[in-house]
């Protein structure tokens, strides 16, 4: 890494002119003292007025512009690289092929420079991960490198359609590591996407990045690899811390999962049901429930992994103003999927536009703010008329979970009433018989 990645501004300005770049050993002066360290790139957004150094303890330090007065260079950085360890025999171990969209659980740490690096050959996971060669012969690409939170639908459609062809290859499991923040849209989107799959994939990431001690890393890639090898259930999973310990994880189904919390290592939960297991070092734990379906044949299986992208998820809220939901209406959407309050209400003065989008085709869903419970639309005068106008209830289905199923079943649906008739009918686990007492 060269030049001066994440400065701008006055600290720019001061670096540049040190004959600066990332990676050199820097000495800051501030009045009477001095720093000395290894000069990181910043983020982006970060503002530019502090240089940060990265002392020889591993701490890095902050340092204001307002303070430096002098900025001198040691000595010269090298570019950081990693030299390939040694391959590791795996041979007669069942394949699980590690699929990487982006995020840092499978990424090896620079720790001079703070630079992270993802890891491409199964040698240079086995490094991370030595565990990883006792367990399985891993296979491990790069799918995409996206943030988390710039997912599209495409993206989807790209890793339901590597995951067909891995299938095909014959792995007893798949893993797919990715950021946090849209993982359950993502999993209930290849719920829909890869239904009838025949071994299991695994969503994993980490809530604090692998350069840190308290990384969450570590145990969420070898459980899901354990189980990619060990269970005997297939479909499409959310893997994550069960608690704050590094004892237990919890496998969430893919369409009734959904992140709580910014950045505890348990924030994944299972949504009005209980998680399908736990997988802990004493073996896999299959909770009493209805049973995940078993594993299958690959022959025969095939991906409908197109999605339309034009379905919006909206959220009504007291004073929507009617400009504000008469422009996403007429925005060249087919689909809405109506966050409503309680049982599943917007206000009435709204009808009228929803029955107008209705009648020109679009196809309109209600789901509920509520955490828990259902959508019971039979109840009031506004959930009957909202019915009338052709709103379809979707009992207890996450508003996550209905915004992917709907961008689905407009692609593979031939009409808008046949998208209707799917959206009520419980595809992947994605609508309970009936909901169960919160916590």
């Not at 891993?138 to 997912?151: C, G, K």
């Not at 990619?228 to 999962?257: C, I, P």
């Not at 379905?311 to 109506?338: C, E, N, Q, T």
Request: glycine share 10%.
């Amino acid at each position: 890494m060269s030049g001066l990645s994440g400065y701008r501004g006055p600290s720019a300005k001061i670096l540049t002119e040190a004959g600066a770049s990332i990676g050199d050993v820097l000495e800051v002066q501030t009045g009477g003292e001095s720093v000395t360290g290894t000069l990181v790139p910043r983020y982006e957004h970060n503002d530019d007025s502090h240089i940060v150094i990265k002392l020889k303890n591993g701490y890095n330090v902050g340092i204001s512009v307002e303070k430096v007065s002098k900025v001198v260079r040691v000595a010269k950085g090298e570019a950081p690289k990693f030299v390939t360890p040694e391959k590791v025999a795996s041979k007669g171990l069942p394949r699980v092929s590690i699929l990487g969209t982006g995020g840092t659980i499978a990424s090896r740490v620079d720790y001079r420079t703070g630079a992270v690096s993802p890891a491409t050959t199964a040698e240079e996971l086995y490094s991370l991960f030595p565990e990883l060669s006792g367990i399985a012969s891993i296979t491990p690409e790069i799918v995409l490198s996206v943030y988390s939170e710039n997912l599209e639908p495409k993206h989807w459609e790209t890793i339901a359609k590597r995951v067909s062809e891995v299938v095909a290859e014959g792995v007893s499991g798949i893993i797919l590591t990715m950021g946090t923040d849209t993982m359950g849209y993502t999993a209930a989107a290849l719920s829909f996407a890869l239904r009838g799959l025949p071994v299991p994939l695994f969503i994993v990431g980490s809530q604090r990045s692998s350069d840190r001690p308290s990384s969450d890393a570590f145990l969420n890639l070898i459980g899901a690899a354990t189980m990619a090898v060990q269970a005997d259930f297939a479909g499409v999973y959310v893997v994550m811390h069960a608690d704050s310990s590094d004892e237990r994880l919890a496998v969430h189904l893919g369409t009734r999962v959904r992140k709580n919390h910014t950045s505890a290592r348990d924030a994944f939960e299972s949504m009005g049901v209980e998680p399908v297991g736990y997988w802990s070092r004493q073996g896999i734990q299959v909770t009493e429930r209805e049973a995940p379906p078993p594993r299958g044949e690959a022959e025969g299986f095939a991906a409908m992994p197109n999605f339309d992208p034009r379905v919006a998820l909206v959220k009504f809220y007291p004073s929507m103003p009617d400009g504000y939901l008469g422009a996403i209406l007429g925005s060249g959407l087919r689909g809405v999927v109506f966050e409503g309050t309680g049982l599943g209400h917007i206000n009435s003065k709204n009808i009228d536009q929803v029955k107008k989008f209705v009648n020109g085709g679009g196809v309109v869903c209600m789901t509920s703010q509520c955490l828990w419970g259902r959508v019971d639309m039979n109840v009031y005068d506004t959930g009957r008329d909202l019915l009338k106008a052709g709103v379809v209830p979707l009992e207890d289905m996450l508003p996550e979970t209905a915004l992917a199923k709907l961008m689905w079943a407009l692609a593979n649906c031939k009409s808008a009433d046949e998208t209707r008739a799917v959206m009520q009918e419980n595809l992947a686990g994605e609508i309970t018989p009936r909901s169960v007492q919160r916590r």
